[in-house]
């Protein structure tokens, strides 16, 4: 093997430079042990959420008691709102909608309980009498103006669709392009505009 | 040659061919490509800290902005932050040299095998954190180049922090956990990072139109609260539109030679995309060529030239001379060795005239001996040898004169054809096979000379029964040329019709080739056979062979070629012809000008409006933003454009001012109206604002008083905002120190102005 060159050495050292994991960290805490499951995306903690809840509302709170419920809250996987400390303070109170909670989703669910009347935070009149918001009920509906249609190749007004590929093209030297483009092609020009098969 | 060419007059009636006029362009936009480098090093900074530490206790704080494009910190007592890195780690081991490598930020960036081992922390697309560990990564680097190494233990510094809006609670939890438990920091105060930079540009109430790097928020915010749960998110922003335009340049150049990725469809998109005021309209006359100049954006990627060796005059001169040089010393060699033949030739024939001469005089056997010592068997043989002689030194001598042969031969005498049989000897019945098989051989040569000569005849007829047609009636002859033209147009296109359905198992074409292929190929009795007799005829007509010329068709390429060289040069004739002597027909009507690129829209699509030379390797490496430029854009005000099935960014806004935010007691709707507040990096293309003016303007009353302003810096203001807040009394009421984390559980926040609500 040839010795490294000038530049290799320089940029040896600048990597050396730029490496932060051999630099010790005084800031961090020595007895920081991170979950090694910790790592989640949205879908993930969505699901952990709901089945949270669910799993919460089957618990047949008459005959146990405060102590289950609080028994769910100490264990430190606790990821839902509703195992937060609000939850107990409304006591029997919540024992009625929680019941019908069993079937519905996240987003209801917190819509609903937050139409309880609450006296927190200091929130005023206005926030406090409307649902409170969560991560999947703020999301945007669908639009109910007509969707113009724009050729899929060149983004211009599109009055014609191929029966074929069921692209939109705007007028026949597209429709030709279309027509002589190679097999899969049309199907990636659908998915920019989010109207593939998805096989499943 | 041809007698037009020698006639004077008729040469002269020949008009010359019009010549089309050059176009010439001016030079196009270029810009380089852009992407994400590597910049420099950035060394810690104590300084800060320092100064920190000087500030009386509570009123400094570690200020980060958590965004998905990037991550911005600083100090709360400064006006801008200090360190801005995307939230990007790459980590690996270096097997040769048994170390682990880790970098954050742009860091990844300087070394290749970084660059592929690049995570990110949030979820693709979303403002939520997925990854802890990158996320741990990166704040680690932020507090080290913050100069917080000289803590022990612990950062002993305040944290303020930027989070989604309506962040979940797992992520929240995780990320108290971290600051909490990884850095021990003693406080945290969480907040929403446009209702920050609402606050740092002084807004009290109005609607907060967030559209960032990941998703797109309307916050109505009443005397400085923020109304979350009226928020709406669409979950379009900067990396989705990035997303979205590198797939579209995929699609748009599917054999680019270089590398496409994202960052570099984020400068794109930074530098050359806008929002069009009129998107229908100007999408509509986009690729008009009237103006393509100006909309047309060149952008270069990075290429070799090919090296031409350009050869000087003189070497081309001195390459030529050579092989002249060359040429001439074979010639000469040649030409010496005829000579050689020639003269062994004729010393041959002189040797036998010679022995001829000796034999003239002398007795049976004295002739026998002589024609014995030359390997003659009778005197005859002798004659004809020198007879030969003659022919081939008279041949070669003509021939380095430079006569033609064929020409001077006379005609060959054939009187023996006429003698009778058995009036010959053997020699002569010989002689007279030979004269016929001469006699036919130039009979043949006769004939094929005289068609010829009746063939040039009749072209030359031809061509004077054309111009004199078209002298005494141009108009019928034009329309002659013009419906021959048409129909060589059509047969053209119809040709490629052919070609098309043969392409496609199912059309007719593609059927009624197979049909014939199964019956020539089917030996069995025929449906043929059972109307008629046994036998099918095939052949008996030249046509029926015709039959496998059309069953090759599609596959035969050179065959199918030679048609179309065919049609394509028939035509060329055709429009010569016209071009020549139709006023009305100009090189803009010829089939080459009508399917020019420049009729082309897909041309003005890919190429823009100049040119394309296949050749060369700056064309090649050149993208053309043309369309793209608002297409991009617009799909934040269109989101069905690229598939997203939410409402567009004025639905949103106008439903929000119509619909939610009227009926609620005590607010006046139209509060919110005089306030619209634009912020974020996706906001920052020009006419965004005039464009969101335009929509709202056209789902409010008529004399609403709606006004609309953008961020003073739409990226940073939220840092700043943050910044500003620390120390103020909503900060107070909205810190969580370690105990009150501790003790209420992870993912306890207060709920105060700027932040989320504690669900």
């Known amino acids: ?200 | 040659m041809a007698p037009s060419a020698i006639d004077p007059p008729v040469s002269a009636a020949v008009p010359a061919l019009p010549v089309p006029d050059e176009k010439t362009y001016p030079p196009a936009r270029i810009y380089p490509m852009k992407e994400m480098r590597f910049e420099k090093h950035t060394p810690p900074q104590p300084d800060g800290r320092e100064k920190a530490l000087a500030q009386s206790s509570g009123s400094a704080a570690i200020v980060i902005d958590n965004g998905s494009s990037a991550v911005r910190a600083g100090w709360s007592f400064e006006s801008q932050p200090r360190l801005s890195l995307p939230p990007i780690m790459a980590k690996y081991r270096d097997r040769k040299l048994g170390k682990t490598y880790s970098f954050a930020g742009a860091d990844c960036y300087a070394d290749t095998t970084a660059r592929g081992h690049i995570r990110n922390a949030f979820e693709a697309g979303t403002n939520i954190v997925s990854n802890w560990d990158v996320m741990e990564h990166v704040l680690d680097w932020t507090f080290l180049k913050l100069g917080m190494n000289s803590a022990e233990g612990s950062i002993d510094m305040p944290i303020v922090l930027t989070e989604a809006v309506v962040n979940l609670p797992y992520s929240r939890k995780s990320m108290n956990e971290i600051i909490f438990e990884c850095y021990g920091a003693p406080s945290l105060a969480t907040g929403i990072d446009s209702l920050f930079s609402y606050r740092y540009n002084k807004g009290q109430t109005g609607l907060v139109v967030s559209s960032s790097y990941s998703s797109t928020h309307v916050i109505p915010v009443y005397n400085s609260k923020a109304m979350l749960a009226q928020a709406i998110r669409l979950n379009w922003g900067g990396y989705q539109a990035a997303e979205y335009l590198l797939k579209l340049m995929r699609l748009k150049y599917p054999a680019f030679p270089g590398k496409l990725n994202a960052s570099q469809a984020e400068n794109m998109l930074r530098d050359h995309c806008y929002v069009s005021k009129a998107y229908d309209d100007e999408i509509r006359s986009y690729l008009d060529w009237s103006g393509l100049e100006d909309r047309d954006v060149v952008i270069q990627y990075p290429y070799t030239e090919e090296v031409i060796i350009q050869k000087s005059e003189e070497e081309l001169a001195r390459q030529a001379e050579r092989k002249k040089e060359s040429g001439r010393r074979l010639q000469e060699q040649a030409a010496k060795m005829r000579l050689e033949r020639l003269v062994r030739k004729e010393q041959d024939l002189e040797y036998y005239k010679n022995v001829q001469e000796k034999l003239a005089d002398a007795n049976k056997k004295e002739t026998k001996r002589l024609l014995d010592a030359e390997d003659m068997k009778d005197e005859a043989h002798l004659e004809r040898t020198i007879k030969e002689l003659e022919k081939s030194v008279k041949k070669a001598r003509t021939k380095d004169v430079g006569g033609d042969p064929e020409e001077e031969q006379d005609v060959p005498s054939f009187e023996l054809l006429d003698v009778p049989d058995d009036q010959l000897d053997d020699a002569g019945l010989k002689q007279k096979r030979q004269q016929r098989l001469m006699k036919a051989n130039h009979d043949a040569r006769a004939r094929a000379k005289a068609e010829k000569e009746a063939e040039k005849a009749r072209v030359e007829e031809e061509e004077r029964a054309d111009r004199e047609r078209r002298e005494n009636d141009l108009e019928g002859w034009l329309e002659e040329k013009r419906v021959a033209r048409n129909d060589t147009l059509q047969r053209i296109k119809d040709r490629d019709r052919l070609k098309a359905d043969l392409g496609n198992r199912k059309s007719l074409a593609s059927q009624i080739r197979m049909k014939s292929i199964a019956n020539l190929a089917s030996d069995g009795p025929r449906v043929k056979r059972r109307r008629g007799g046994d036998d099918d005829n095939f052949g008996a007509n030249d046509d029926d062979w015709g039959v496998y010329r059309q069953i090759a068709v599609g596959e035969n390429a050179s065959d199918d070629e030679e048609g179309e060289e065919d049609l394509l040069g028939n035509l060329k004739m055709l429009e010569e012809d016209l071009l020549r002597y139709d006023e009305s027909f100009t090189h803009e009507d010829t089939f080459e000008a009508q399917t020019n690129w420049s009729k082309s829209l897909l041309h003005a699509f890919l190429r823009g409006p100049r040119p394309f030379n296949v050749g060369a390797q700056s064309e090649i490496h050149q993208l053309h933003l043309n369309v793209e430029r608002i297409r991009v854009p617009e799909v934040v005000f269109q989101p069905s454009i690229a598939g997203v099935d939410q409402a567009g960014l004025v639905e949103i806004a106008s439903d929000i001012l119509n619909q939610r935010l009227v009926g609620i007691p005590n607010i006046n709707r139209d509060d919110f109206l005089r306030d619209v507040f634009l912020t974020g990096g996706n906001t920052l293309f020009e006419n965004f604002d005039d464009r969101l003016r335009q929509g709202l303007t056209a789902s409010l009353p008529a004399d609403s008083p709606l006004r609309i302003r953008r961020a003073s810096d739409p990226v940073l203001d939220a840092w700043k905002g943050a910044a500003e807040w620390v120390g103020s009394s909503g900060y107070k009421t909205a810190t969580v120190t370690r105990a009150e984390w501790q003790e209420k559980g992870g993912d306890y926040i207060k709920e105060h102005e700027l932040g989320n609500s504690y669900a």
Request: with cysteine; hydrophobic share 35%; proline share 8%.
């Open chain 1, 1 to 200: 093997m040839s010795a490294p060159t000038e530049a290799q050495i320089a940029h040896q050292e600048l990597i050396d430079q730029l490496d932060i994991h051999s630099i010790h960290k005084s800031f961090r805490s020595p007895h920081w042990r991170p979950n090694q499951r910790r790592n989640k995306n949205i879908k993930t903690i969505l699901g952990d959420a709901s089945r949270k809840e669910a799993s919460i509302v089957a618990t047949p709170q008459d005959d146990s008691g405060a102590a289950t419920p609080a028994a769910i809250e100490n264990d430190g996987l606790s990821t839902s709102g509703a195992s937060t400390p609000a939850a107990p303070a409304s006591g029997a109170a919540s024992l009625q909608p929680n019941l019908a909670q069993a079937s519905r989703s996240l987003s209801r669910l917190a819509l609903e309980k937050s139409l309880r009347p609450n006296g927190s935070g200091g929130a005023g009149g206005v926030a406090s009498s409307a649902p409170s918001a969560t991560y999947t009920n703020i999301e945007s509906a669908p639009s109910l103006a007509h969707s113009r249609r724009y050729c899929d190749v060149t983004g211009l007004p599109a009055p014609y669709l191929d029966p074929k590929s069921r692209l939109r093209y705007h007028n026949i030297e597209v429709f030709g392009y279309i027509r002589s483009l190679p097999q899969g092609a049309p199907e990636q020009y659908l998915e920019a505009r989010g109207a593939h098969t998805i096989l499943k």
